[in-house]
């Protein structure tokens, strides 16, 4: 545990000593992506390839990565950075002026190291092959020098492997909040280190870099076998092991379509004789069936397997909060009971109160539908979820999954206990729906996830353009994402590595915006990770049928980024020379103010910013196809200004037409290529 101004180098440099003391025990034949080894100064430990990637002896290399990178020894600073840097007038606002990168350790981190065209548990140099903490520290000085300041990791916590999606099954399954995931511990530092060892060391390296750590947290699910079940079996929803097979979401015949689960609708949902039959599906836990019983079995290394086989029972799977969601129930996870008692605005539609608690569309979503008894045992595990890392590893912030479904009571408590640990702790709210975006900073988020990732893509029918131009407006600082881990990738979309580059570029100066780029974006990955969101199965297919994660989604499989990509420096370069042209109108990107917004027809859009006699113009085509060329009245905020003076600071293509914005008649000529950004300076 980190007290509040402990030196965390201590753990780094136990870790190089370790390094160091095996150096020249296996082989120098361990492979890395090339691009992990831009901070190396000592390129004698690296042997090339022309295959972009680098021969190394492990020991050596990630010795030189922290000595290069991570250890100084003047190195006095506190963890989290909130210790020593500016605090905000909003505790976590530091979020509106970060640029992001989601991670999934698993994934980012994973190299077929030994070269057999596969992913090994154990590979030739006796080494797991998927993603650890030591080898995501190998990609924060790339991150760096594309102007990443935030690194956001999907859930790192122990997860559930029973009834698993895929191959390796889903982080957001969590089994246990408060222990990490073993499969992240890397076997290079063997048992000399535990793998809340080199988190902690992880985290210490993104601080010494100046780079904040955000974690996700699932508090209104669990894994469909938590371990909380052995003392909590009361926590949770069950039926009958034996009728599992006729579980399904219940589909309210009144409705032709998915719903929200306002109180107008509930009254036919509850009358619904699909739903009824669903609730009556619901059985008491097995600790109120039979204490003495459920006391001899709670140890079993299956909990759930000697509840199925000793009681006839099981967790009942999660579903959509939609009505008529056509989304299957989840199979790996369960929801939380947050209520000991039935929901106050619907109990009035049961027939009777003495029934088991149940699992609906009400008793799930408690933001809206609260009850008397708050399950106030598991609120005080939940709001200490967060504590929990702030005081073991110093983490800086996090997103709470589905927090818009929690009871207001209960994420006021999750979300005021964390900032009394560390006044300037961020929180990102997944709330897609623009119209919330004042609610969500009323309850103390700092920035929204937003809708980006549906609207950036959609090009022709003009819903790019009207994100872009009404970001500016919203109260709450939005993800500038063209994609996430639930939905497709941008390169594998209409426009390809075009459009990638574009978006990725016109993203860092969307006014109001948070510029988030998802792992594997930055080398053009097609392969999406989950088909969550505006997805299709057809976008499984996007890899060739020669490549070894053909039809494979890294949520659940073991899956390696293409960083061999034959492009894959573009996105960091681009992103390393916007950075200062970023950092420069940050003061007036952030607010979202003295900007304006000039655009034409549905693929054009512009922003023009203004200071201190300067203007920054940014101008982007989102046509994947066609260029785009107008001679357009001069806006208002370049009135008096010789467009022939404009310097042309960055364009993701520039192929020598017109570079003058100067147009006949003191009008402004506009001549982009297809997709295509350009960013002047008068």
Avoid: C
Wanted: proline share 6%.
């Amino acid at each position: 545990m980190y007290n509040e101004f402990e030196r965390m180098s201590d753990m780094l440099k136990k870790i190089n000593r370790h390094l160091k003391s095996k150096i020249g025990k296996t082989t120098p034949n361990y492979s890395i992506p090339d691009l992990w080894t831009e901070s190396i100064s000592d390129k004698d430990l690296l042997t090339y390839t022309n295959e972009g990637e680098a021969l190394v002896d492990p020991y050596a290399f990630y010795s030189a990565l922290i000595e290069t990178n991570f250890i100084d020894n003047e190195f006095k600073t506190a963890t989290p950075i909130s210790k020593r840097k500016q605090h905000y007038e909003v505790g976590g606002d530091w979020l509106k002026e970060s640029v992001i990168y989601s991670s999934m350790v698993r994934t980012s981190g994973a190299w077929d190291n030994d070269r057999n065209g596969q992913l090994d548990e154990k590979n030739a140099f006796g080494f797991k092959e998927t993603g650890t903490f030591l080898k995501m520290m190998a990609l924060l000085p790339t991150l760096k020098r594309m102007g990443i300041d935030t690194v956001y990791m999907l859930p790192i916590m122990h997860y559930s492997k029973k009834h698993k999606k895929g191959d390796l099954g889903s982080p957001y399954g969590v089994n246990d909040f408060f222990k990490l995931d073993d499969a992240l511990k890397d076997d290079i530092l063997s048992d000399a280190f535990t793998v809340e060892d080199e988190f902690k060391a992880f985290v210490d390296a993104a601080h010494t870099l100046g780079l904040r750590v955000v974690i996700d947290i699932i508090p209104r699910t669990n894994g469909i076998d938590s371990d909380l079940i052995r003392k909590h079996p009361e926590w949770f929803y069950w039926i009958k092991a034996s009728e599992k097979k006729h579980y399904k979401t219940p589909w309210v015949s009144a409705f032709k379509e998915a719903k929200a689960p306002i109180p107008k609708r509930m009254e036919t949902v509850y009358n619904d004789k699909d739903v009824k039959r669903h609730i009556d599906m619901f059985e008491y836990n097995p600790k109120e069936q039979d204490p003495e019983l459920f006391d001899t079995i709670k140890d079993s290394d299956d909990i759930l397997d000697a509840i199925a086989e000793n009681f006839d029972l099981t967790t009942a799977p999660a579903f959509s909060d939609n009505i008529n969601d056509p989304q299957p129930p989840w199979s790996d996870v369960t929801f939380f009971r947050m209520y000991l008692d039935h929901p106050k605005e619907t109990r009035k539609y049961l027939n009777t109160l003495n029934r088991p608690p149940y699992m609906l569309y009400d008793t799930i979503k408690s933001n809206l539908y609260e009850g008397d008894v708050p399950n106030e045992a598991l609120w005080k595990v939940l709001e200490d979820v967060v504590p929990y890392f702030q005081r073991n590893y110093g983490i800086d912030g996090a997103r709470i999954d589905m927090g818009h479904a929690l009871p207001r009571p209960l994420l006021d408590r999750i979300i005021g206990k964390a900032r009394k640990q560390d006044p300037d702790f961020g929180f990102i709210a997944e709330e897609l729906d623009m119209d919330f975006a004042m609610d969500a900073r009323e309850k103390g988020y700092n920035i929204i996830v937003g809708n980006g990732f549906m609207m950036q893509h959609r090009l022709f029918e003009g819903k790019a353009q009207k994100f872009y131009r009404e970001a500016k407006d919203l109260y709450a600082p939005i993800l500038a994402a063209s994609e996430t881990h639930d939905t497709p990738r941008i390169a594998s979309r209409h426009g390809g590595r075009r459009l990638s580059v574009a978006l990725t570029s016109l993203n860092l100066f969307m006014p109001r915006g948070v510029p988030f780029i998802n792992a594997g974006q930055e080398v053009f990955e097609v392969q999406p990770m989950n088909l969550g969101l505006d997805a299709t199965e057809a976008d499984r297919k996007h890899l060739s049928l020669h490549d070894p994660y053909y039809n494979k989604l890294a949520l659940f499989d073991p899956y390696e980024l293409h960083y061999k990509e034959v492009g894959r420096h573009v996105i960091p370069a681009s992103m390393h020379t916007l950075m200062p042209i970023r950092e420069k109108w940050l003061d007036k990107i952030i607010p979202g103010e003295d900007v304006t917004v000039i655009e034409e027809g549905v693929t054009f859009i512009g922003y023009i910013y203004k200071k201190a006699g300067k203007r920054l113009i940014v101008l982007a085509n989102l046509n994947p196809d066609f260029h785009f060329e107008s001679v357009m009245e001069k806006p208002k905020d370049l009135y008096g200004l010789d467009l022939t003076k404009t310097t042309l600071l960055y364009s993701t293509h520039f192929q020598g037409k017109p570079l003058s914005l100067q147009g006949e008649n003191g009008r402004m000529h506009v001549w982009l290529d297809a997709n295509e950004v350009r960013i002047y300076e008068i």
